[in-house]
């Protein structure tokens, strides 16, 4: 047992002298042994060893129990044991998820909270491995999921992955190592469980190596996901591209690396894996354009050849003037008035353009900001021409959605100035300008 874990070890980098090591103890026969080897193995691998037991709140007197008895085992070792208890049941019903899911939400949070940055060594091993590759195949998992459970994820290492139940057990007894059983095992209720008792016997009728024999899939399929994984990571890197990502990078990759780079960036866009029907909705939208709502209401779309996440519709807005910094929704303008006669600041318009210089006497009442409206229109300085600011914004590439989140300067007769369009040919300076009304656009902090 010690050389397999501590081939294990080596072989996923799990560990590294000076690691402190958490043991997410339960009580069961896998995690005693776990808990068992690696206090064996400490000194040999130089790290520093805890156990922490957490309580669901759902098996009443017997989760007590366990509870216990992972406070007896530990005071005998001389390992100090950190313990909580929660109400998963009441938890997943306020956050609307399964017990399952919760549980393990609260049980990772624990861990993390009593000792941050530690290595949480869980007790899974190749017979977890079997029932969740099986579960997997039964939902339609792709290759991530034949996979199975991962040796390391991020600072969850599995020690016991390449051993089976058979071998706990067998370990326990020569060994005399005890353990307490959690009666939910016994009941074929549980997925899991149906798996364990009838599944898992059967291939191994067929075989009675399957052991082996998946661990030589499993590791073979694990070798296939890292090259995929690689590959994917390229694509991205290629079609990554302002605040968005290149349609014909994304569209042109083989199909398993376009779903995969595609799968990455609705999670990087929505904060949660996405299924099949929403892979498969985004790769048919880059073939088609348009757009197209996915996870927790966000909706994706491909504009001027980029696949982006789509802004939210800014409404209708004014606001008052004012000399200073006005801050909108996607940006601030800074606005300063001079007198023509400050030779500084001439020679700064000088260099700055034109179109960004307002000749105050010009102005018809009282200035104001609004977002862009319905038949709005513009003669921009210098250019001779009239044109609706929706075809401007069209042949400048605004995004629809962006466009209401343009600071548009008015006056009783109409537009004064837009940014990023300039201002309008009946308030430019001229010979006779005498104020000066200066803008600039500002990222905003």
């Known amino acids: ?18 690691d402190t090591v958490l043991v997410a103890l339960s009580g069961g026969a896998d995690s005693m042994v776990l808990l068992r080897v690696l206090s064996s193995l400490k000194e040999q691998l130089g790290i520093e060893l805890y156990a922490a037991h957490f309580n669901h709140g759902i098996r009443g007197e017997e989760a007590e129990r366990d509870a216990r008895f992972c406070a007896e085992v530990c005071e005998k070792m001389g390992i100090k044991l950190f313990t909580e ?8 019903a306020q956050k609307g998820i399964g017990l399952e899911e919760c549980g393990r939400q609260e049980r990772y949070a624990f861990f993390e909270r009593i000792m941050p940055g530690a290595k949480v060594a869980t007790a899974h091993t190749l017979s977890d491995c079997e029932e969740t590759f099986l579960f ?8 991530k999921g034949l996979c199975s459970i991962p040796p390391v994820r991020g600072n969850i290492i599995r020690p016991l992955i390449d051993c089976s139940r058979t071998e706990i057990e067998k370990y326990c007894e020569e060994n005399g190592i005890e353990y307490v059983t959690d009666s939910t095992n016994l009941s074929d209720e549980y997925t899991r469980n149906h798996l364990r008792h009838n599944a898992v016997p059967q291939l191994k009728k067929i075989n009675p190596s399957f052991d082996s024999a998946f661990a030589r899939c499993v590791e073979s399929l694990r070798d296939d996901e ?9 694509v991205l890197e290629q079609a990554k591209f302002d605040d968005g990502y290149k349609v014909n990078v994304l569209r042109d990759a083989h199909s398993s690396l376009k779903k995969r780079a595609v799968a990455a960036i609705i999670e990087e866009l929505c904060g949660e894996k996405p299924s099949a029907v929403h892979i498969d909705a985004v790769c048919h939208l880059l073939q088609k354009g348009g757009n197209t709502q996915i996870l ?20 209708p807005w004014e606001q008052n003037f004012a000399l200073g910094i006005s801050r909108f929704t996607l940006f ?3 606005t300063e008035l001079f007198d023509k006669n400050n030779k500084i600041n001439i020679q700064k318009f000088n260099k700055e353009l034109l179109a960004n210089v307002i000749d105050y006497d010009k102005i ?3 200035l104001f900001w609004s977002s862009m409206r319905e038949g709005d229109k513009i ?8 044109k609706q600011l929706r075809r401007i914004f069209n042949e400048t590439g605004v995004e629809p959605a962006k466009r209401q989140g343009i600071p548009v300067l008015r006056d009783r007769e109409g537009i004064v100035w837009v940014a990023g369009v300039g201002v309008d040919q009946r308030a430019a300076v001229d010979g006779s300008t005498e104020s000066l009304l200066y803008l600039e656009v500002l990222e905003n902090a």
């Open 1 to 18: 047992m010690n050389i397999k874990v501590t081939t294990a070890i080596k072989r996923h980098q799990m560990l590294h002298p000076g």
């Open 226 to 234: 890292a090259l995929l994984e690689s590959l994917t990571a390229k």
């Open 332 to 334: 601030s303008i800074k």
């Open 85 to 92: 208890k929660a109400d998963i049941p009441a938890l997943a």
């Open 136 to 143: 997997n195949l039964a939902r339609g998992s792709a290759l």
């Open 364 to 366: 018809k009442g009282a």
């Open 296 to 315: 927790g209401g966000v909706n994706l779309c491909v504009y001027n050849g980029l696949l982006k996440k789509q802004p939210q519709k800014i409404e």
């Open 379 to 386: 003669r921009p300085r210098g250019r001779g021409v009239t």
